[in-house]
């Protein structure tokens, strides 16, 4: 019986682990069966293709894919945008299948398919033709060598994955350069033990780092905890921060507070900062442990009931409006002629 399997085309570019991006000594992006690298200069071999060009000029360059294994292989090539994954911000393009807009509208490889000997190389001519309307700054993207092949996993329910390799192209089109970023949706999770002092309070601070300018940002973040009274609490650089974080993408990452005070009142600001641009964006706490908040809130609730119980008590009854009085004419008696002199 033939073993269901699933394809997967997305999951070979967006998966760090499947993208060899990776820079080995010969400057070629390899996964240890085939490589992608740009055609070495007469200066030096390239790491990437590093590009530059004015709205409405069309560039030419090569690439070439060499095959490390003992059997022919054959290669889907073309060319795609990168963006930042929302996992972990690393460098990823977009599938075969995804609407390309920059560097995988623009780029063209003069042949779609490559057949590449075992143990060979092939080298491959593309054309890159910015438009004339495209916008000034950073454009990533990446040429992209796709085995056509589709391996398939082990056990009852096995999962195929065509890989891809791919030589990373950053193209800088010719204007006004706006480094800009941006400090969002910042959060504050605490983690406190049910008793005060049983236990030691942690925090989780969620935010999202979003790159607003048009050019690649290199960005550090500075955490900065204050207490009551502005005590300082916690200060640091993170860690985990995108190594390069893509025009326009957005980021969202998260870093644990060790240690977090479990009662106190204060804030948490997170400084952002790259080469020309530098945000910041702050967010209040409480901590307070679940045991002291259910002890105030039913205190709370006590001393509400109390002072109305209390307040009915000793409301004093008031006393009726009396009835207007009515004002009597005086009796004046008739005279009658038979009492007339």
């Known amino acids: 019986m033939r073993k269901p399997y699933a394809l997967l085309l997305s999951v070979f570019l967006v998966l760090p682990a499947l993208v060899a991006l990776m820079a080995t000594p010969s400057y070629a992006a390899d996964n240890g069966s085939w490589s992608v690298y740009p055609v070495s200069s007469r200066i030096a071999a390239r790491p990437y293709f ?10 030419r360059d ?20 990168a963006y930042n994954t929302a996992r972990d911000g690393g460098f990823a ?35 890159l033709r910015v438009p004339e309307r495209a916008e000034p700054g950073d454009h990533p993207g990446a040429l992209v060598a796709l085995d056509e092949r589709i391996e ?9 994955v065509r890989r891809a390799v791919a030589a990373r192209v950053y193209l800088r089109v ?12 910042v959060r504050l999770t605490h983690h406190q033990p049910l008793i005060p002092g049983t236990g030691s309070g942690t925090a989780t601070v969620s935010y999202t780092l979003h790159n607003t300018g ?8 500075r955490l900065r905890a204050e207490g009551l009274f502005g005590r300082t609490l916690l200060s640091r650089e993170l860690d985990g921060i995108p190594s390069e974080l893509l025009p326009g993408q957005r980021v969202r990452l998260t870093a644990p507070w060790h240690g977090a005070p479990q009662l106190d009142w204060g804030d948490v600001t997170l400084t952002a900062s790259a080469a020309g641009t530098r945000e910041s964006a702050r967010v209040s706490f409480l901590a307070l442990p679940w045991l002291v908040a259910v002890l105030v809130a039913a205190a709370a609730a006590a001393a509400v009931v109390t002072l ?11 006393p009726g409006r009396p009835s207007p009085r009515v004002r009597t004419t005086p009796f004046r008696p008739r005279s009658s002629r038979s009492a007339r002199p």
């Open 174 to 185: 010719g204007g006004p350069t706006v480094p800009a970023l941006a400090v969002e949706k």
């Open 152 to 160: 398939k996993g082990s056990g009852s329910l096995s999962v195929g």
């Open 214 to 221: 048009n050019v690649t940002l290199n960005p550090k973040v």
């Open 50 to 59: 590093y590009l530059s060009a004015d709205p409405g000029q069309t560039l």
């Open 308 to 318: 109305r119980v209390r307040r009915a008590r000793v409301r004093p009854s008031v």
């Open 93 to 127: 393009v977009r599938t075969l299948a995804e609407k390309q807009r920059g560097v995988g509208a623009w780029a063209r490889p003069a042949r779609s398919r490559v057949t590449v000997p075992a143990h060979g190389k092939v080298t491959v001519p593309f054309t």
């Open 62 to 81: 090569k690439v070439t894919v060499a095959n490390k294994t003992g059997d022919p292989l054959t290669f889907r090539l073309y060319a795609a945008d």
